[in-house]
Structures are given as structure tokens and as C-alpha cells.
């Protein structure tokens, strides 16, 4: 049962310290999301790749956030410094297709708590 | 720009009562419809989906009919149980496009 895995599953940090979550894919799928969720601001976009080049990454703080997939199979998402109001669940997806993707399937997130 | 709303919860059942969460859209064309769940402490799964008008998606004892006249997607179930107890997500995704767009998600507690 192939599945979208995550790492660390949760972090917890000082303000100020640098934050990398990381995401591996399922095989085969070309498209990776980046998710944030907070309980004032539910799900959001982060930013997105196909085939390991960033489509979309509006969603993000330009200043300190920062996503890449070095290879197929590993998506990094780096907060550098980190905020208290950076503390939140980070979902990794991913999906296939050309012409969009279909279904997104999740990992079980990071839940990233900054102090 | 396209949107889902869906009825606020909690919604609170005894186990083998009939659940309905409202879930409504606005979109330019054909979009795909899905229903997300998410169980505590866990990353969203993907329940069901409907990717044309009248397709009914099923899962679980879960449905949702895709009703473009209505602009719905009501999901349903003829009798939960305490292990439905979750939050619920519908989405929607555009013609050609990549982004979910989720509604803000609908809390069950189900209880014996």
C-alpha cells in the first residue's frame, strides 16, 4: 500500500532556529503539494512542483520559507528563522497526471511547534 | 474564483443515525468533487469522488451525488459509527488545474 511519508512527525523549536520537514512521495507520482494547517486558517497552499520544478508557490512566505526536491523522491520544506506563528500541522501530497492532477494523496504531516 | 462551503459543525450523532454534511461549490466548468476525512492526529484521505455531473461517489457506507443544478455535494451515510467520529473535508478541483480547493471542513462526533 504505497503512501506518502513525512519526517519528523513532530518538531518543536526556538524562534529563531532553522526548520526542515521532509516529504517522500509516492513512486511514480510527478506532482508534490505543500500543505499548512491551522485552526484559524484551516488548509492552505503552500506551494507546489511537477516533475521537481515549482509551479506555484504564492502560498508561501517568500522571506523565510523555502521548498525544493533535490530528486524525485524527496521534497524538503525549510523555515528559516522560525516563527511562533509558523507552529502549525505541514502536509505533504502527491499526485500524477499532465493535464492536472486528479486525486492528492497525504502524508500524516509535521506538526511543528515553535516557542 | 472557485469556492466550497460546508455546514458548520460539530455535528454530534448517536451511532446508527443518518448523517448528511452540506457541502455546496461555485466553479467555472466541469470541476472533480471529493470528499477528504481526516481522523485525529492524521494526514487526509481521500473518502470519495465524483468527476461528472450525476456520478455518484461511494466508500465506506459513505455517498455524495455530484448535483451540478444544485451546485451540491452532500455526503451522506445511512448509519455511522463511533469510528466515523473525524473531520470531514469537501473540495473541489478545476478543469486542468492542480489546486484543491477545500472547504473548511465539518467536525462528526459519533457517540455509542
Known amino acids: 500500500d504505497a503512501r506518502v511519508t513525512q519526517t519528523p512527525r513532530d518538531k518543536v523549536t526556538e524562534m529563531g532556529q532553522e526548520v526542515t520537514m521532509r516529504c517522500q512521495p509516492i513512486?511514480?507520482?510527478?506532482?508534490v503539494f505543500w500543505y499548512r494547517q491551522t485552526m484559524k486558517q484551516g488548509l492552505e497552499l503552500l506551494a507546489y512542483?511537477?516533475?521537481?520544478?515549482?509551479?506555484?508557490d504564492s502560498g508561501m512566505p517568500k522571506d523565510r520559507f523555502s521548498a525544493e526536491m533535490p530528486d524525485a523522491t524527496l521534497a524538503t520544506l525549510k523555515i528559516q528563522p522560525s516563527e511562533p506563528r509558523d507552529s502549525a500541522v505541514y502536509f505533504c501530497?502527491?499526485?500524477?497526471?499532465?493535464?492536472?492532477?486528479?486525486?492528492?494523496?497525504f502524508g500524516p504531516g509535521t506538526r511543528l511547534t515553535v516557542l | 474564483g472557485n469556492s466550497v462551503t460546508q455546514m458548520e459543525g460539530p455535528v454530534t450523532l448517536s451511532e446508527e443515525a443518518f448523517l448528511t454534511i452540506n457541502c455546496t461549490y461555485t466553479?467555472?466548468?466541469?470541476?472533480?468533487l471529493f470528499w477528504y476525512v481526516q481522523y485525529p492526529g492524521e494526514g487526509l484521505q481521500l473518502l470519495l469522488k465524483?468527476?461528472?455531473?450525476?456520478d455518484k461517489g461511494s466508500n465506506k457506507g459513505f455517498e455524495a451525488t455530484y448535483r451540478k443544478e444544485t451546485t451540491s455535494f452532500h455526503l451522506e451515510k445511512g448509519s455511522v459509527q463511533v469510528s466515523d467520529s473525524a473531520v470531514y473535508f469537501c473540495?473541489?478541483?478545476?478543469?486542468?488545474?492542480?489546486?484543491?480547493?477545500f472547504g473548511t471542513g465539518t467536525r462528526l462526533q459519533v457517540f455509542p
Open positions: 513512486l511514480g507520482h510527478n506532482t
Open positions: 512542483f511537477r516533475n521537481r520544478a515549482p509551479l506555484d
Open positions: 465524483a468527476t461528472k455531473a450525476d
Open positions: 473540495a473541489l478541483n478545476g478543469q486542468n488545474t492542480d489546486k484543491l480547493i
Open positions: 501530497a502527491s499526485g500524477s497526471g499532465t493535464g492536472g492532477v486528479d486525486t492528492q494523496y
Open positions: 466553479a467555472t466548468g466541469y470541476p472533480s
